[in-house]
């Protein structure tokens, strides 16, 4: 891998530390050659013209073999509009691209899974749609990232059960999110005795990332009349003729949710939405959580506090108010509860099987895999999940839960062993970890 030079021109003193990093070009993305052969004879007149035409030949005769002898074998195309960017708002496709690309570098780092940066100059879900299957050659896999919500559900929702689509599709931001708040959750509950099935859970804010969290915990068994969603008007219920009466393009999951969760039909705001609650998992706002609402919770309450870079309240208020365990979205803080925990090592594990696609099955795999990791290494209160930083091995059990998983669900293209799986997950994360040392 060749050295990054940096230009004696850029203007770099005084900037914000990530200007600094994205101008000299130390997160960037593209095709770099794995073979020491290089500068051997004829490597050019084979790599490209006239060799590559039997390599033409070769993928036209058995499309399959383009797995094998193109990128297509580990590529994903990291797709936006850019108008749901982090806590910005609509940005639009030029400003969010750094944002793509530091998620292509996570992509490359913690997963050892190419990514590319792709943002469009559209807000039309259509075309979004339509995009993403007409790009669907090259790439082993799309991820939807920043859109935004209702029209993220049913672009999602389109593209998982368009039949033009063979590869998967999945959208960080809803399956990523809830598939690591599953994983947060089992090992939340396991440290207060409580169980998954009787517990209730008031959920803060009902944008993609909490309504694609409801739509995996009753997938993985938690059970929705427990269940009770508030947003910026309030508490989600029959009653919420604002959503059931949306007909914007995937404003369905709304209607959805008033129909399954809160069988009392409370009204009211977050302060009656936590009444009584076991767990509450905020993915709304900064400071809508006041100590006293957490006194109103059942006895060891579990707090999710995912709002960035602000939480819903801080954890030494939490903890004060009576909080058992407190999660939020920050580094800086005990129990980061982040989606690049999961999609790094979800999509390696689609890629070691050539999965079609990205099942529920497959998430709650990936999120009991990295609980089942934190819990061998030391589970406590402070520790429910790993970190980032924290090796390979977390990537590695996830990529392995998922790929069997694939397998037995027959979504796999492609039938690995464990061992195998293990050997080749550890192997591609290794590579790039030491390309980026030397």
Same mark, same amino acid.
């Given at each position: 891998?060749?050295? =990054? =030079?940096?230009?004696?021109?850029?203007?770099?003193?005084?900037?914000?530390?990530?200007?600094?990093?994205?101008?000299?070009?130390?997160?960037?993305? +593209?095709?770099?050659?794995?073979?020491?052969?290089?500068?051997?004879?004829?490597? !050019?007149?084979? #790599?490209? &013209?006239? /060799?590559?035409?039997?390599?033409?030949?070769?993928?036209?005769?058995?499309? $399959?073999?383009?797995?094998?002898?193109?990128?297509?074998?580990?590529?994903?195309?990291?797709?936006?509009?850019?108008?749901?960017?982090?806590?910005?708002?609509?940005?639009?496709?030029?400003?969010?691209?750094?944002?793509?690309? +530091?998620?292509?570098?996570?992509?490359?780092?913690?997963? +050892?899974? $190419?990514?590319?940066?792709?943002?469009?100059? =559209?807000?039309?879900?259509?075309? %979004?749609?339509? =995009?993403?299957? %007409?790009?669907?050659?090259?790439?082993? /896999?799309?991820?939807?990232?920043?859109?935004?919500?209702?029209?993220? !559900?049913?672009?999602?929702?389109?593209?998982? &059960?368009?039949?033009?689509?063979?590869?998967?599709?999945?959208? $960080?931001?809803?399956? +990523?999110?809830?598939?690591? #708040?599953?994983?947060?959750l089992i090992n939340s509950l396991k440290l207060v005795k409580k169980h998954p099935s009787e517990v209730r859970i008031a959920m803060i804010g009902a944008g993609a990332a909490n309504i694609a969290v409801a739509r995996l915990l009753i997938a993985a068994g938690f059970n929705p009349q427990n269940m009770i969603m508030a947003d910026i008007n309030g508490i989600l219920n029959k009653s919420r003729l604002d959503l059931i009466n949306d007909h914007r393009p995937g404003a369905y999951v709304y209607k959805k949710i008033c129909e399954i969760t809160n069988p009392e039909q409370k009204s009211g705001g977050i302060k009656e939405a936590m009444e009584g609650a076991d767990v509450v998992i905020g993915l709304s706002g900064p400071n809508v959580i006041e100590p006293e609402f957490i006194e109103k919770m059942r006895k060891d309450p579990i707090v999710f506090a995912c709002a960035n870079p602000v939480p819903e309240i801080y954890p030494d208020e939490a903890k004060k108010a009576g909080a058992a365990i407190v999660a939020t979205g920050r580094s800086d803080f005990p129990n980061q509860v982040n989606n690049s925990l999961v999609f790094p090592a979800i999509f390696l594990g689609v890629i070691l099987v050539r999965a079609k696609t990205i099942t529920d099955k497959m998430c709650i795999a990936a999120a009991k895999a990295l609980a089942k990791y934190q819990e061998r290494v030391g589970l406590n209160e402070n520790a429910i999940l790993p970190g980032m930083g924290d090796g390979i091995e977390p990537f590695v059990a996830q990529a392995v839960s998922v790929a069997m998983t694939a397998i037995e669900q027959g979504v796999a293209t492609v039938v690995k062993t464990k061992n195998n799986l293990e050997r080749e997950a550890r192997e591609r994360i290794e590579t790039v970890r030491n390309l980026i040392r030397d």
């Open positions: 891998m060749s050295k =990054t =030079t940096i230009s004696k021109s850029a203007k770099s003193d005084g900037e914000h530390p990530s200007i600094e990093i994205y101008r000299k070009g130390v997160i960037a993305t +593209g095709i770099v050659p794995t073979e020491s052969d290089i500068n051997s004879p004829n490597f !050019f007149g084979r #790599v490209y &013209t006239p /060799g590559v035409a039997e390599v033409v030949k070769k993928v036209k005769e058995d499309p $399959d073999s383009a797995y094998e002898l193109t990128t297509k074998k580990s590529l994903i195309a990291v797709v936006s509009d850019g108008t749901r960017v982090l806590g910005l708002g609509d940005v639009g496709p030029t400003a969010a691209t750094p944002v793509m690309i +530091g998620k292509s570098f996570l992509f490359k780092y913690l997963g +050892g899974v $190419d990514a590319i940066p792709l943002c469009l100059d =559209t807000k039309d879900p259509d075309e %979004i749609i339509r =995009t993403c299957e %007409i790009i669907r050659p090259s790439l082993a /896999g799309i991820n939807l990232e920043d859109i935004e919500s209702p029209k993220c !559900f049913y672009i999602l929702d389109r593209l998982r &059960t368009s039949k033009t689509m063979d590869i998967p599709v999945w959208h $960080d931001d809803q399956q +990523g999110t809830a598939t690591v #708040v599953l994983a947060a």
